[in-house]
C-alpha cells in the first residue's frame, strides 16, 4: 500500500528561526514521484517541489530546501530563516501509480511567530 | 494565465440535497482531478478526467461522480447529500496526466446542514 506520513501535526517556530518538516512515504513501486505544496488559509494549495525517485540530488529555492534519502524513505523539507509568510500548512504528497492520483500526509501546520 | 477556478466558493446545502461543483482548468490544461479535504481525512483523490474519460476514481460511493466537458470544464456532482460530506472540494488541473505537476483551485467550500 501507498501512504505518506507526516507525523509533526503543528510546528510553531520564531521568525528567523530554520524548521524542517518531516516526510515518510511507502511505496512498491520503482518509479514515483514526490511533491510537497502549501496551504496559506487563503486554502488554495500551492506546489512547491516535484521530485522523481531516481533523482536523489537536494535541491536548493532561495530559503527553501529539499532533502530526498530514498534509503529511509523521506523527503524532507527545510525552511531556512523562517518568516511570518511562511505561515501555512504543508502537505508531502506521493504519486500514486497514477499521474492524476496524489496520496496525501496529513499535513503539518507551521506558525511562524515576529 | 489564469490559473484554475472554481465556482461557487461557497454552498450551503441540507442533508438529502445534491450538488454540481464547476472547475475550470487552467487554460490548454486537459487532465483534471478531483480532491475532498476534511479535518478528519484529510486530502482524499476523488477521481481524475482526461479528454472526458474518467481514468481513475478514489475510494467514494456512488453518490459522487463526475464528468468532464469537451473544452476540459469539468463537473462532480455529489447527490443525497450527509452531513459528512461538508469539505472542501479541490480542483487540480494539468497539461496531460503525464506531466505529474497538478495546479489547485481555491476549492469550492461545501457545508452539509
Known amino acids: 500500500a501507498q501512504k505518506v506520513t507526516q507525523a509533526q501535526t503543528e510546528i510553531s517556530v520564531v521568525e528567523k528561526e530554520d524548521v524542517t518538516l518531516d516526510c515518510v512515504y511507502e511505496?512498491?513501486?520503482?518509479?514515483?514521484?514526490l511533491f510537497w505544496y502549501k496551504q496559506p488559509p487563503s486554502g488554495e494549495l500551492v506546489f512547491l517541489i516535484r521530485?522523481?525517485?531516481?533523482?536523489?540530488q537536494n535541491e536548493i529555492s532561495g530559503r527553501y530546501s529539499w532533502n530526498f534519502q530514498k534509503s529511509t524513505s523521506s523527503f524532507n523539507f527545510t525552511i531556512t530563516a523562517s518568516q511570518v509568510v511562511d505561515s501555512a500548512v504543508y502537505f508531502c504528497?506521493?504519486?500514486?501509480?497514477?499521474?492524476?492520483?496524489?496520496?496525501f500526509g496529513k499535513g503539518t501546520k507551521l506558525s511562524v511567530k515576529p | 494565465k489564469a490559473g484554475v477556478t472554481q465556482t461557487p466558493r461557497y454552498l450551503i446545502k441540507t442533508r438529502g440535497q445534491q450538488v454540481t461543483l464547476s472547475c475550470s482548468p487552467i487554460s490548454g490544461h486537459r487532465s483534471v482531478s478531483w480532491y475532498q479535504q476534511t479535518p478528519g481525512q484529510g486530502l482524499q483523490f476523488l477521481f481524475e478526467?482526461?479528454?472526458?474519460?474518467?481514468?481513475n476514481k478514489g475510494n467514494f460511493p456512488g453518490r459522487f461522480s463526475g464528468r468532464q466537458f469537451s473544452n476540459s470544464r469539468s463537473e462532480m456532482n455529489v447527490s443525497t447529500l450527509e452531513l459528512g460530506d461538508s469539505a472542501l472540494y479541490l480542483c487540480a488541473s494539468m497539461p496531460a496526466p503525464t506531466t505529474y505537476e497538478q495546479y489547485f483551485g481555491p476549492g469550492t467550500r461545501l457545508t452539509v446542514t
Open positions: 478526467y482526461f479528454s472526458e474519460t474518467q481514468r
Open positions: 511505496t512498491r513501486d520503482t518509479t514515483y514521484y
Open positions: 504528497a506521493l504519486e500514486g501509480g497514477s499521474q492524476g492520483n496524489l496520496i
Open positions: 521530485r522523481n525517485s531516481f533523482d536523489e
